[in-house]
């Protein structure tokens, strides 16, 4: 079934772990209560008990093992395949072959069939299909080889565990445990290709193939959200749209080549600058927008400064500096997604008609004269170098 090739590898390695301490401890109880109503019979000779020793202390060696986290999952379930290949095998030789048909050693066999499927289940999880397989047909051929000779020589029939027919039922039935196992496992790894192909599918359909930021369409989805969310619940939030200056001189000057690797080194120190929570994307051309949940105004004109600042400082190409012109628009009280993109656009288109490199804040309405407007941090003072 090959689980570590699923998305949700480490909760399913942690769900394995478990279920093999629960094996384990299970057959340590089966085991000991086997061996408790052999004594009470008197049926305990000194091999049984031998034997006895040998399942129950091999059992609580495992429990302690699947509760040790310091080994390794691969080393827990290789110790234990064959510790419980070793045990199933010895104790078939022995019921067959020193003990029958004495009730004691059909009650073993009876054992045997009862928990033999399990050694199958446990292949298909520690092994890959195809390998599971091979070892699971290699296994039934030594239960086949192992217990064929006692069929052949019990023919005449006595017990329920003579002659060829009731083996016969076994082999079939093993097989057909192995087939479904491998049924099961190819669906399962269908089910989990498809699942990857759907995630790579909506990657694709909410990310930006050059930056890998998100897209217009997946931000104004999250927008979207955001307004509803804010409508139930009352939380602020806020957008930093931003546009990079003078970039067509870069393209004109450098090729698109250029272009593309300014954008993509932008998208850089975004993802570098925000919170989990926040979003940044591409919303088209040169121009990015942020998602700032849970942000009120003055906070988020706080960390537009601190990220024109970083741009400032950081982002260059060809020796020369590449700066932003930056608008900051809040929530407001009937706003919708159009009227506040619309804000932060017309602060934007501000900053870059005041020379660029600056941070301007959103008006309180656009009709508004310009003494109105809410305080900015304006450092046009300084204007950007020609890129």
Same mark, same amino acid.
């Given at each position: ?91 078939? &030789?022995?019921?067959?072959? /020193?003990?029958?048909? %004495?009730?004691? =050693?059909?009650? +073993?066999?009876? !054992? @045997? ?19 599971? &397989?091979?070892?699971?047909? /290699?296994?039934?051929? %030594?239960?086949? =080889?192992?217990? +064929?000779?006692? !069929? @052949? ?24 445990? /192995? ?5 099961? =496992? ?202």
């Amino acid at each position: 079934m090959d689980p570590e090739s699923s998305p949700n590898a480490e909760p399913f390695s942690k769900l394995r772990r478990r279920i093999y301490f629960v094996f384990c401890f299970i057959g340590l109880i089966a085991s000991t209560i086997g061996y408790i109503f052999a004594l009470s019979s008197g049926e305990a000779d000194f091999i049984r008990q031998l034997i006895s020793f040998l399942v129950i202390g091999t059992f609580i060696v495992m429990t302690l093992l699947a509760l040790w986290t310091r080994i390794s999952l691969a080393r827990l379930e290789q110790s234990l395949f064959v510790s419980v290949v070793s045990l199933s095998l010895i104790t078939l &030789v022995y019921a067959l072959y /020193i003990e029958y048909p %004495i009730p004691l =050693a059909q009650d +073993l066999i009876l !054992a @045997l069939l009862l928990w033999f499927p399990g050694v199958y289940v446990m292949i298909f999880f520690v092994f890959k299909t195809q390998k599971a &397989v091979l070892i699971g047909s /290699i296994l039934l051929f %030594i239960v086949m =080889a192992l217990s +064929l000779p006692h !069929a @052949l020589r019990t023919l005449n029939r006595v017990t329920v565990f003579d002659g060829i027919t009731p083996f016969l039922q076994i082999y079939l039935s093993h097989i057909f445990i /192995i087939l479904a196992l491998y049924g099961f =496992a190819v669906f399962r790894a269908h089910g989990v290709k498809q699942q990857k192909i759907a995630q790579s599918f909506k990657a694709l359909a909410s990310t930006d193939a050059l930056t890998g930021l998100a897209n217009r369409r997946h931000m104004t989805d999250l927008l979207t959200l955001e307004l509803t969310r804010q409508e139930r619940y009352k939380h602020d939030f806020s957008i930093i749209m931003l546009d990079l200056d003078k970039f067509k001189q870069v393209n004109d000057v450098y090729g698109h080549d250029a272009g593309d690797e300014v954008l993509k080194q932008t998208a850089n120190i975004l993802k570098e600058s925000f919170r989990a929570s926040d979003t940044a994307a591409r919303w088209g051309g040169e121009e990015f927008l942020i998602l700032l949940p849970e942000t009120q105004n003055d906070n988020s004109l706080f960390v537009a400064e601190n990220l024109r600042k970083q741009i400032e400082t950081q982002l260059h190409y060809d020796k020369k500096r590449i700066t932003i012109s930056v608008g900051v628009a809040s929530f407001r009280a009937a706003d919708s997604l159009r009227s506040l993109v619309k804000r932060a656009d017309d602060a934007l288109y501000k900053a870059k008609s005041k020379g660029g490199n600056s941070v301007i804040n959103e008006t309180l309405d656009p009709d508004e004269s310009s003494e109105l407007q809410e305080p900015s941090l304006d450092t046009s003072e300084s204007p950007a170098e020609p890129a």
